[in-house]
């Protein structure tokens, strides 16, 4: 499967290498380990630059929504978003939108069903901000997710946006790698899947918000 270049992601020597074993290719933008329109407000402001806001403002898939794999959780500062994609004043672009921070959950580990799932809820103060962000990563495709990447309206009882489907590439044992970001309200739900039964059907199922929690 084709993704986004590994340099342009910055991400560590070591985690290149496990993504690379698990799936054959190395990760689309917001793959690899790294509800409403009053999460801006629940969320309070960010710790400076650190991207932490109040689980409560920002619910990412359940620990057992995934099972199998290992699991880590992580903040989202702006630093980290501005590695998903080579995008010129993406920083100052979120710091206009109203950028507060938000939560990262990642599974991750050998599996004959998906071997890579990135859970993020990203927090803005207002709507405009989401919306904003939302119809970035639309607008920027190619660049956070390759060329060929097919892209779909999406709608789910998580929000609205936008589902991508990176071009496979002709890697070995390369697996399948879909992608939804969707905005709900002030909030930006971001879900990325991969491995052999990473399915269109299988990321509207996750996107569920019954299968999202805030510990």
């Avoid at 898939?61 to 794999?69: C, E, K, N, Q, Y």
């Avoid at 599974?107 to 927090?123: A, I």
Wanted: with cysteine; proline share 6%.
């Amino acid at each position: 499967m084709r993704y986004v270049p590994m340099a342009r992601l910055a991400l560590s020597s070591l985690l290149v290498v496990l993504v690379a074993t698990l799936t054959g290719c190395g990760p689309a933008a917001g793959t690899a380990g790294s509800a409403g329109s009053s999460a801006g407000s629940a969320a309070g402001s960010a710790a400076g630059g650190s991207g932490v806001v109040a689980a409560s403002a920002a619910p990412v898939l359940a620990t057992t929504a995934v099972p199998g794999l290992a699991v880590t959780t992580r903040a989202v500062p702006v630093t980290l978003l501005e590695k998903d994609a080579s995008v010129p004043g993406l920083g100052a672009r979120l710091e206009t939108d109203g950028y507060l921070g938000g939560r990262e959950r990642t599974f991750q580990g050998p599996s004959k069903d998906l071997t890579l799932v990135v859970s993020r809820s990203l927090v803005f103060d207002r709507t405009a901000g989401a919306a904003d962000f939302v119809r970035l990563v639309h607008d920027k495709a190619t660049t956070y997710f390759g060329l060929g990447t097919e892209v779909a309206p999406l709608t789910t009882t998580a929000g609205t946006g936008w589902l991508f489907r990176p071009a496979a590439c002709a890697c070995h044992l390369a697996n399948p790698l879909r992608l939804g970001v969707v905005q709900d309200g002030s909030r930006v739900v971001w879900l990325s899947i991969n491995g052999p039964l990473a399915t269109d059907a299988r990321l509207t199922a996750l996107l569920a918000p019954d299968l999202s929690t805030t510990t």
